[in-house]
């Protein structure tokens, strides 16, 4: 380096200090409560610009009568939401073109209509009804979802009106089904009637329901809010990954109750929900739950999108913090400190034949992922009035539970339901498979699922009954189109991530594979998230030689008592390929 002609020699010179940039002001996240109420992105202004609840009455007044082009955008693509309405999937655009296509490229002008349950008990004339709507409306198609919901598909706007009367001569709505609101909420199957019940939940949840579902003012949250209740001991509502759960306890000195959970979620950042520490009894619960929503539409991060979960809000805050706002803005007085949830006495599927508390029975049984159909709920109708059954509720697990069946009727009623695609005792993998609507109705998929699992458990079947003989516990097998987890992939034992893969070259259909995931049920104590297994990648056409192979290797190598999670999360990666 050459000194300047006025530098002395031998030295050098240093450029002068540049001055120090002030700090970056910290941009607003859209928290109500801290940055004010001003809309930073499209969903938030159209929320703001029409009650989001509010158009049922278009719906009913102007877009029934005067079709699907009538419909505007921001009713069509945001609004419709609230009352559990989606464009579904054009057919024939392959899962590569998920990404590349608009919204309105990728769009049928048929709906998916979510119809929640929240857990009730659907006697033979709700079952009719929704029965009648898939085989008048929908072309047949009826699914449980993994949220105790049932979906329709090939809904077109003029019906909607008359669905939604026949659904409310029994009950049943599809308020808030989908959207940035309260969705459906988990309960248990068999609250009210099994023998070793903690507490019922049915009293906490329709009381939430009677108060809140449908108030203006907790229809514009940041994203949505799911919700789990229950009093079982099997802990059958996937407490761990909803927004908020009640979990039923016993407290020493206050008696059966609640423990609460928050801030659960999977998708593309999963984070499994914490225990505030906090006992909540039956008479306070409901407004419990309307605390924590309050905080979540007051609090929660509304500028971005995909950070608008209550996980990340608690993430940020921690759970003494969460607590703190809860007890002092929102309720006004403290929670006692609680105990946490027994571990789970058995699985919280509820399959098979189980006595009730009052001698009864009720039987628990598995359709195929999930796929029910108007006839299936309609032929369940008439078996549960044959037999003498009152009812039957769904799952978290895809799964129905008919209750109230006398003791000396069970048989025919196991027999009955093999007529309609439901079996009560299920082989393995036809119990513990479930999967998400996939490529054949969702904009949001990439890969095809309902029918590659279906095809999957039929195979397994035949090539590894020898091995599932010896296993004792359910193997939760996951299939999910897209990295939006709605059948909870990081959360299986093998879940499965529909993406396009490459294959000598080519692209296909193919899976990432997350392995040893689990929540707190029979045999674990507490929830985890699986483990990848680094470069691999299953074409779809291979998902049956790749389950059978890891069956195998597990029957093979695991030990005594233990657990395919435990299994796999020891396992040298060669093992797992």
């Known amino acids: 380096?050459?000194?300047?002609?006025?530098?002395?020699?031998?030295?050098?010179?240093?450029?002068?200090?540049?001055?120090?940039?002030?700090?970056?002001?910290?941009?607003?996240?859209?928290?109500?409560?801290?940055?004010?109420?001003?809309?930073?992105?499209?969903?938030?202004?159209?929320?703001?610009?029409?009650?989001?609840?509010?158009v049922r009455e278009r719906i009913e007044s102007v877009y029934a009568r005067e079709g699907f082009d009538s419909i505007a955008d921001d009713d069509l693509h945001g609004r419709f939401r609230w009352w559990g309405l989606y464009t579904q999937r054009k057919p024939g655009i392959d899962g590569g073109r998920t990404a590349t296509l608009e919204p309105h490229e990728l769009e049928d002008r048929y709906f998916m209509l979510r119809v929640r349950t929240d857990g009730q008990a659907l006697d033979p004339a709700a079952l009719r009804v929704l029965g009648g709507i898939s085989e008048d409306f929908g072309r047949g198609s009826a699914d449980i979802t993994?949220?105790?919901?049932?979906?329709?598909?090939?809904?077109?706007?003029?019906?909607?009106p008359e669905i939604w009367r026949r659904l409310e001569t029994v009950g049943l709505e599809t308020t808030t089904a989908c959207g940035d609101?309260?969705?459906?909420f988990l309960g248990s199957p068999v609250a009210g009637v099994a023998a070793?019940?903690?507490?019922?939940?049915?009293?906490?949840?329709?009381?939430?329901?009677?108060?809140?579902?449908?108030?203006?003012?907790?229809?514009?949250?940041?994203?949505?809010?799911?919700?789990?209740?229950?009093?079982?001991?099997?802990?059958?509502?996937?407490?761990?990954?909803?927004?908020?759960?009640l979990v039923g306890v016993v407290h020493p000195e206050l008696g059966p109750g609640y423990d609460l959970w928050v801030g659960g979620a999977l998708s593309t950042t999963p984070r499994l929900g914490e225990r505030l520490g906090a006992f909540v009894s039956e008479e306070r619960a409901a407004d419990v739950w309307h605390g924590v929503i309050r905080i979540f539409r007051d609090y929660?991060?509304?500028?971005?999108?995909?950070?608008?979960?209550?996980?990340?809000?608690?993430?940020?805050?921690?759970?003494?913090?969460?607590?703190?706002?809860?007890?002092?803005?929102y309720l006004g007085y403290a929670l006692p400190d609680g105990p946490p949830p027994a571990p789970a006495t058995r699985p919280g599927d509820h399959v098979g034949v189980h006595e009730q508390k009052d001698g009864r029975c009720y039987v628990g049984a598995a359709p195929v992922v999930g796929r029910v159909g108007g006839g299936t709920l309609?032929?369940?109708?008439?078996?549960?009035?044959?037999?003498?059954?009152?009812?039957?509720?769904?799952?978290?697990?895809?799964?129905?539970?008919?209750?109230?069946?006398?003791?000396?009727?069970?048989e025919e009623l196991v027999a009955g339901l093999e007529p309609l695609g439901l079996t009560a005792r299920p082989s393995l993998f036809r119990r513990s498979t479930i999967a998400c609507t996939g490529i054949e109705f969702c904009k949001l998929a990439i890969v095809d699922t309902k029918d590659t699992a279906a095809r999957v458990i039929t195979e397994l079947e035949e090539r590894v009954g020898d091995v599932t003989q010896r296993i004792d516990r359910p193997i939760a097998l996951n299939v999910n189109g897209c990295p939006n987890s709605c059948a909870r992939i990081q959360t299986a034992d093998i879940g499965l991530k529909g993406q396009i893969i490459t294959v000598d070259g080519e692209q296909v259909p193919g899976f990432q594979v997350h392995l040893g995931g689990g929540l707190v049920g029979e045999g674990r104590e507490e929830g985890g998230l699986g483990r990848t297994v680094r470069g691999l990648k299953v074409p779809a056409s291979e998902v049956t030689d790749y389950v059978e192979r890891l069956v195998r290797a597990y029957d093979a190598q695991h030990e005594p008592d233990e657990t395919f999670a435990r299994w796999a999360h020891r396992a040298d990666e060669e093992a797992l390929q």
Request: cysteine-free.
């Open 378 to 410: 309609t032929g369940l109708a008439e078996l549960v009035e044959r037999v003498g059954a009152e009812s039957a509720r769904l799952t978290a697990h895809q799964k129905v539970v008919i209750l109230g069946v006398p003791a000396d009727r069970v």
């Open 196 to 245: 070793d019940e903690i507490i019922d939940p049915t009293p906490v949840i329709a009381e939430i329901k009677r108060r809140y579902i449908g108030d203006p003012d907790l229809a514009n949250l940041p994203r949505k809010f799911k919700t789990a209740i229950t009093g079982h001991p099997s802990l059958d509502v996937v407490h761990e990954i909803n927004d908020i759960s």
């Open 146 to 160: 993994d949220r105790q919901n049932i979906q329709y598909h090939w809904i077109e706007i003029e019906d909607v």
């Open 181 to 184: 609101s309260p969705r459906g």
């Open 1 to 54: 380096m050459t000194p300047p002609p006025d530098a002395t020699p031998g030295t050098t010179t240093t450029a002068p200090a540049r001055p120090a940039r002030p700090p970056r002001a910290a941009r607003p996240n859209g928290q109500w409560k801290v940055d004010g109420t001003a809309p930073l992105n499209h969903n938030e202004e159209f929320k703001q610009e029409a009650a989001p609840l509010g």
């Open 300 to 329: 929660g991060y509304r500028r971005l999108r995909n950070k608008a979960r209550l996980k990340f809000l608690l993430a940020d805050w921690g759970t003494e913090r969460f607590r703190e706002v809860l007890e002092q803005e």
